[in-house]
C-alpha cells in the first residue's frame, strides 16, 4: 500500500527565515510526487510534479527536490504570503489509473 | 476558464436525508474525481471517472453514488446521510485519463455537516 507521511505537522518562521519541508514515501513504481498548496477554505492548488530521484523544480521563493525515498520543499526566504498547508501527494503503478496517495499535510505560518 | 466548480459551498443535512454536491469543469478533462479530507487524514478518494458513462469506486465509496452522462459534470450523491460523512468534498479533474501523471485541479469545496 502506497503511504506518504509529511513533517513536521505544523512549522513556523519569521519571514525570511529559510526551511524546508519533508515528504517521505513509500510506493510501489512511483510514477510522479506532486506538491500542493492549500490554502484556508480552498482547494489544494498544484506547485510541481517530480517524476524520478535527482529531480529539481524551483518556482520563485520555492524549490522542490526528490530522492528515491522522500521529497523536500524548500521555502527561502519566505513572506507571509507563503502561509498555507503544503500537501505531498504520489501516484504508482497501481494498474492504470489515477490513484493518488496524499499526506496530511504540513501547515506553514509565516510571521512578519 | 472557471475550472472546476463546486456548489453548494456549505450544506447541512440531518441524518437520513439526501442530497447531491455538483461539481463542473471547464477544461474538457476526461478524468474527473471525488475527494474528502477530514482532520488529520489526507485526502482519500470516493469515485472517479475516466469519462462519460464510466465511474468506478475509490477508497472510500460507501454510501455516495456518482454519475457521469457528460463529460463536464460529475455529481456525488449522498443516498442517507450520516454523520460520519461530516467533511469537505473537494472535486478534482486531470487531462490523463490512465497514464502519464499529470497534476490534479481541484474545486472550492463543498463543506458538508450532518447532525
Known amino acids: 500500500e502506497d503511504q506518504v507521511t509529511q513533517s513536521p505537522e505544523a512549522l513556523r518562521l519569521q519571514e525570511g527565515e529559510s526551511s524546508s519541508l519533508n515528504c517521505s514515501y513509500t510506493?510501489?513504481?512511483?510514477?510522479?510526487l506532486f506538491w500542493y498548496r492549500q490554502d484556508p477554505g480552498k482547494g489544494p492548488e498544484f506547485l510541481f510534479t517530480?517524476?524520478?530521484a535527482g529531480e529539481e523544480k524551483e518556482k520563485e521563493r520555492l524549490k522542490a527536490t526528490l530522492t528515491k525515498k522522500e521529497s523536500f520543499l524548500h521555502i527561502t526566504a519566505p513572506k507571509p504570503e507563503d502561509s498555507a498547508t503544503y500537501l505531498c501527494?504520489?501516484?504508482?503503478?497501481?494498474?492504470?489509473?489515477?490513484?493518488?496517495?496524499f499526506g496530511i499535510g504540513t501547515k506553514l505560518q509565516v510571521i512578519p | 476558464n472557471a475550472g472546476v466548480t463546486q456548489t453548494p459551498k456549505f450544506q447541512v443535512l440531518k441524518t437520513g436525508q439526501s442530497m447531491t454536491l455538483q461539481c463542473a469543469q471547464d477544461?474538457?478533462?476526461?478524468?474527473m474525481s471525488w475527494y474528502r479530507q477530514d482532520p488529520g487524514m489526507g485526502l482519500r478518494l470516493i469515485h472517479y471517472?475516466?469519462?462519460?458513462?464510466?465511474?468506478d469506486q475509490g477508497e472510500v465509496p460507501n454510501g455516495y453514488n456518482v454519475s457521469r452522462s457528460t463529460t463536464e459534470d460529475f455529481p456525488l450523491r449522498l443516498l442517507s446521510a450520516a454523520p460520519s460523512q461530516t467533511s469537505v468534498y473537494f472535486c478534482?479533474?486531470?487531462?490523463?485519463?490512465?497514464?502519464?501523471?499529470?497534476?490534479?485541479?481541484f474545486g472550492n469545496g463543498t463543506r458538508l455537516t450532518v447532525t
Open positions: 517530480l517524476y524520478s
Open positions: 510506493v510501489s513504481g512511483l510514477r510522479g
Open positions: 478534482a479533474s486531470t487531462k490523463d485519463r490512465t497514464g502519464g501523471p499529470s497534476p490534479l485541479h
Open positions: 501527494a504520489v501516484i504508482g503503478n497501481s494498474g492504470g489509473y489515477q490513484k493518488v496517495t
Open positions: 471517472s475516466v469519462g462519460a458513462g464510466i465511474t
Open positions: 477544461m474538457n478533462h476526461e478524468y
